[in-house]
């Protein structure tokens, strides 16, 4: 099995920044597409950004040109660059990973607790 652990969440104005991260640790032999979501207060979870093990990234409409998704795929980890933060990017930030555990077993998917971030007007 496999676990993500996040960090990097808190509490920051509108217009500053924080980095978000995330270990997967466990049994892994390879991990595919790696990805960051949010969900904030009676809204459904979405997603905000996705890379693909070599290198290929996706962002969600609403943090275009203001966040960075990156992955160490030697250490299993996952960043999120999070730039001129808005108070609509208040949420729980969740970390979602692909991942095999053996060259034989079927990929599954696992999820991180999540991190809180709380952007003030």
């Known amino acids: 099995q496999a676990q993500l652990v996040e960090s990097g969440g808190g509490l920051v104005q509108a217009g500053g920044s924080l980095t978000l991260s995330c270990v997967a640790s466990?049994?892994?032999?390879?991990?595919?597409?790696m990805a960051w979501y949010r969900q904030a207060p009676g809204k459904q979870r979405e997603l905000v950004a996705s890379?693909?093990?070599?290198?290929?990234?996706n962002f969600g409409d609403s943090v275009k040109g203001r966040f960075t998704i990156s992955r160490d795929n030697a250490k299993n980890t996952l960043n999120l660059q999070m730039n001129s933060l808005k108070p609509e990017d208040t949420g729980d930030y969740y970390c979602?990973?692909?991942?095999?555990?053996?060259?034989?077993?079927?990929?599954?998917?696992?999820w991180g607790q999540g991190t809180l971030v709380t952007v003030s007007t």
């Open positions: 890379i693909s093990n070599d290198g290929n990234t």
């Open positions: 466990g049994t892994i032999f390879s991990i595919s597409a």
């Open positions: 979602n990973a692909r991942y095999r555990s053996s060259p034989l077993s079927r990929y599954r998917e696992v």
